[in-house]
């Protein structure tokens, strides 16, 4: 078998044949005849004068093609006690009414919603009835408080918000309402409509400009699909920069559906009439590809769980999943593994399932460690596979990919680059680096379809960020190598960014809201490891000269602030007072001195540093909090 090594050379060498062809399996109105473009800064585009709509191509089409009874999602809700099957004619026609209620309200081709809904058929339909009518949808995770909510809606200015009236969590109910009104007290973009989905938990209060979703869909029209040009924008999806301001990574349908329907064959593997179930938040990008796209592009069903993988009741609600909807391929974060194995060590939950239907399990978001992948690879007597990628590319990267062609699998590396990516590692000097030696991890121009197409309103940043490091390559913002074999190891950010229960977050906005505070002179805020969630932020302070207050008071406050301010999925639950940081002599805070020290590895003291005792002083610090492993952290 050589097909993984064929379809690799083709995509590199000749793109635009490989791509062609590879567009043959989404239906198109008016087929692309330029395959692949550039824009003024020489980004890639794709199928530019092709004429498509993927709400068509995932839903419509496949009525048409005779699967309008399958499944088209399963949704079960151990928190609101609830589940349901949508069949693809069922999810056609809500969405298509809810796309006649949004067009009711002025909704158009190219305008802007932004979302702000949980686990529930209604945000998957949401989604859906913008891109029928060629609208860009802005999903915003529920976990994040007002104040991101509405830098966000400032950005996107959308026509309509949407919401559900709450978010259930394990021990709580999460009043969206609130949190909507806040953020529009706060954004100087106001939305002519908010539609809210009204759930019998927490009903919403109404306002002038707010709309009951079951009274508009009741009296809206089917609305048809709205074909637009391949590369146009299907959404605007914030992610954490090294800034306060989140970016807008902005993304086509064209080309997002062929990379899409592309990877659900040769990467999940996934025949059509087959179940995917990926445990994720539509809020994210793996939501986004492999909960709402994806699946239904390539004909599958798609399991959209609302619950945790523990708690929700228990550590076996996965595998409880798997066994009732016959799920062949399961894709979540390794953190959520971790907080199984932490429940549930020796997996006896899972006795009580037949799991037989699973061929795969794919992990992202975060890096696999190494036990968790032993625990699961020992339990399972499936493949395991850890794959690469992130916000700003849509699908994998790095990956092993069974549906195209076995690979053995190497622990700690997500294997080889996906046809189409030409991944390679530079060093410092913008040299390749060779096999086993750490650099840059880089993808070569230009990237394939589905990849992002630029930052919502900001072209400069787009290039400031990601084009503008090493010329002809865009910087994935992580570090790693290559082995012998080719094999790529993912070695971490090497910027501000941290993940944080496989959700990516950046220390630099932290920094920006802890700084915010009146009492604050400096602060660093750094990744420090956690063993359930793989990294959580800390906040190391100085106070201003004349601050007089309460240390304890002054750290609860900045807790909240964050709390407030980011939201509770921040997770940022400590913070130290301290007289000094360590710093150059040039006034660089030395952060990944402080990472070592917390995380209690040994750490060198530059020679550059300004005044060693700072240090001293810090550790002593940490020790005496408990922060991370600092006690077993020595100097050399
Ligand atoms: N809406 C509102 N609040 C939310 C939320 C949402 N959608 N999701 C999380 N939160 C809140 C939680 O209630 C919690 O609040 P608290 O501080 O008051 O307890 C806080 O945000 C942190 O949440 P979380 O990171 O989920 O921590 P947890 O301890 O509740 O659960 C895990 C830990 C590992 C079980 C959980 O993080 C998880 O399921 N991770 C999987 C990650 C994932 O799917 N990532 C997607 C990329 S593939
Ligand atoms: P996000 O954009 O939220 O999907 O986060 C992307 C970042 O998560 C990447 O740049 C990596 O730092 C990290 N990441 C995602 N998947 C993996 C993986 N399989 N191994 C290591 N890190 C990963």
């Known amino acids: 078998m050589n097909r993984y090594p064929v379809a690799y050379r083709q995509a590199t060498e000749e793109p635009e044949a490989f791509w062609a062809e590879q567009a043959l399996r989404v239906p198109w109105y008016t087929p692309p005849t330029q395959i692949l473009t550039y824009d003024d800064q020489q980004h890639a585009r794709w199928f530019e004068d092709g004429e498509f709509n993927i709400c068509y191509a995932a839903l419509d089409h496949h009525v048409a093609q005779g699967r309008a009874e399958q499944p088209a999602i399963y949704w079960d809700s151990p928190v609101a006690q609830a589940k349901c099957t949508l069949s693809y004619r069922e999810l056609r026609d809500q969405v298509a009414h809810f796309a006649g209620a949004l067009a009711g309200l002025g909704v158009e081709k190219g305008d802007r919603v932004v979302i702000y809904m949980p686990m529930i058929p209604e945000a998957l339909v949401a989604m859906y009835a913008c891109a029928r009518l060629g609208a860009v949808h802005s999903v915003v995770f529920g976990g994040f408080a007002a104040h991101e909510l509405a830098t966000r809606i400032e950005d996107a200015a959308p026509k309509v918000v949407v919401a559900a009236s709450c ?121 986004h590809s492999y909960i709402v796209y994806g699946p239904l592009l390539r004909g599958c069903t798609s399991v959209v769980y609302e619950g945790k993988p523990v708690n929700t009741p228990d550590a076996g609600s996965f595998w409880r999943l798997i066994e009732a909807y016959r799920v062949t391929s399961f894709f979540t974060a390794p953190t959520a593994f971790r907080a199984i194995k932490k429940a549930d060590p020796d997996a006896k939950l899972l006795e009580q399932y037949d799991i037989s239907s699973l061929k795969h399990l794919y992990v992202a978001g975060e890096r696999l460690d190494a036990p968790t992948f032993h625990w699961l690879d020992d339990l399972l007597d499936v493949p395991v596979i850890d794959h690469w990628w992130q916000t700003e ?203 070592n020290m917390a995380d209690g590895k040994t750490f060198g003291i530059p020679s550059t540093i300004d005044d060693p005792t700072s240090l001293d002083e810090v550790h002593a610090l940490m020790c005496e909090r408990d922060v991370g492993a600092a006690d077993k952290s020595a100097s050399i």
């Not at 209060?205 to 709309?211: F, I, L």
């Not at 030409?422 to 000097?429: A, D, G, P, S």
């Not at 800390?538 to 750290?555: N, Q, R």
């Not at 939201?567 to 002599?585: D, E, S, W, Y």
Request: net charge negative; with cysteine.
């Open 167 to 287: 978010g259930i969590e394990v021990d709580k109910i999460v009043p969206y309402k609130p949190i909507i009104d806040q953020a529009l007290v706060q954004s100087r973009h106001q939305p002519d409509a908010c539609i809210i989905f009204q759930r019998e938990f927490q009903r919403a209060t109404m306002g002038v400009r707010d709309h009951d979703w079951n009274e508009l869909v009741a009296k809206a029209p089917f609305a048809e699909c709205v074909p637009v040009k391949g590369s146009d924008p299907l959404y605007i999806l914030y992610t954490s920069g090294t800034t306060g301001k989140p970016k807008g990574v902005m993304r086509d349908s064209a080309g997002y559906a062929v990379a899409l329907a592309y990877s659900m064959q040769t990467i999940y593997a996934m025949n059509p009439g087959e179940v995917m179930f990926t445990a994720s938040d539509v809020g994210w990008v793996v939501g």
């Open 393 to 595: 590319t849509g699908w994998p990267i790095v990956a092993n990919q069974p549906g195209l062609e076995e690979m053995p699998i190497k622990p700690g590396s997500a294997s080889l680059p996906v046809p189409g990516f030409n991944v390679q590692v530079l060093n410092r000097e913008g040299e390749p680096a060779a096999p086993m030696e750490q650099g840059s991890v880089v993808i070569k121009q230009p990237l394939p379809p589905g990849c992002l197409i630029g930052i919502w309103r900001d072209p400069q940043r787009f290039h400031g960020a990601y084009m503008a490091a090493f010329p002809g390559y865009y910087l994935t913002g992580d570090g790693g190598y290559f082995d012998q074999a080719g094999y790529l190891f993912i070695m971490g950010r090497t910027d501000d960014v941290i993940n944080v229960a496989g959700h990516r977050l950046s220390t630099g906005e932290m920094e920006e809201v802890v700084g915010g505070h009146p009492a604050v002179a400096e602060c660093a805020v750094i990744g420090i490891h956690d063993a359930l969630k793989g990294q959580v932020p800390i906040g190391l302070v100085i106070p201003k000269d004349d601050f007089s207050g309460d240390e304890l008071a002054l750290e609860n406050e900045l807790l909240a602030r964050v709390r407030d301010t980011i939201g509770p999925i921040a997770c940022f639950k400590q913070v130290l007072v301290v007289n000094r940081l360590p710093k150059t002599r040039s006034g660089k805070i030395l952060r990944k001195l402080l990472r």
